[in-house]
């Protein structure tokens, strides 16, 4: 067993939690508004809403389907060659981004649109009824009164994305991951890998509890 200093330990987890935040940062930021808008056409361009397209629509979910039945770890692997192309290395939290990004993208945008599947329909027809516009009904009426589900489904996205953040750790993504597998598997150093599923657990709850205050409100707000 190789030991490490409490001072060393202590250095090493914060890198790693800086790293994995600013990879959940990145790709949270990113994934937000290209899930949102993504989940937002997916619904429009269903069978009776407002601008239905079933080819777009069968086009649109078959792409977030592909994406959603590759387990992230292959897709990582998958998508090695193109983060090289993108960002000129596969290695690195800003890497370990892009497979993070693309699978998040997927998952918040079938979140989103089962947000959007569950407002009530005669609130939608009452704004009709009112001569509101497409673009408002979306922008006014549909996305706020889906608001507390998107918010839920944000919580849920962020949860899984720190799990696959942690994943990312495996193929040199950097990360709370990457720490608890240099240290807890490769130098079988128990504590440290406890001390990292220790962070992770809290993490989770804070990530939780926060998610659930804010959808709250976004509920009370109705």
Same mark, same amino acid.
């Given at each position: ?40 056409? @997916? ?6 809403? *407002? ?56 998952? *918040? ?71 608890? @597998? ?23 709850? @804070? ?16």
């Amino acid at each position: 067993m190789i030991d490490i200093s409490f001072l060393q330990l202590l250095s090493e987890i914060k890198n790693a939690f800086l790293e994995t935040f600013f990879m959940c940062g990145v790709t949270i930021g990113i994934s937000v508004v290209m899930g949102l808008l993504l989940g937002l056409f @997916i619904f429009v361009t269903n069978q009776g809403e *407002f601008w239905e397209n079933k080819a777009l629509n069968r086009t649109g979910g078959f792409l977030i389907n592909v994406v959603r039945s590759i387990p992230f770890i292959i897709l990582l692997v998958v998508l090695l060659p193109f983060t090289k192309f993108l960002i000129g290395t596969s290695i690195g939290p800003l890497a370990a981004t892009v497979s993070l990004t693309v699978a998040s993208t997927a998952y *918040f945008a079938r979140l989103v649109e089962s947000s959007l599947c569950e407002v009530d329909k005669g609130v939608l027809e009452a704004a009709k009824a009112l001569g509101a516009s497409h673009r408002i009904i979306v922008w006014d009426v549909l996305l706020p009164e889906a608001l507390p589900g998107i918010y839920r489904g944000l919580t849920i996205m962020t949860i899984g994305l720190l799990g696959n953040s942690a994943n990312a750790g495996m193929v040199g993504g950097g990360g709370i991951g990457d720490l608890a @597998i240099r240290f807890g598997y490769y130098r079988y150093q128990t504590d440290v890998m406890v001390i990292a599923v220790v962070l992770l657990i809290v993490l989770v709850q @804070i990530i939780q509890t926060f998610g659930d205050w804010i959808a709250k409100r976004a509920d009370r707000a109705h």
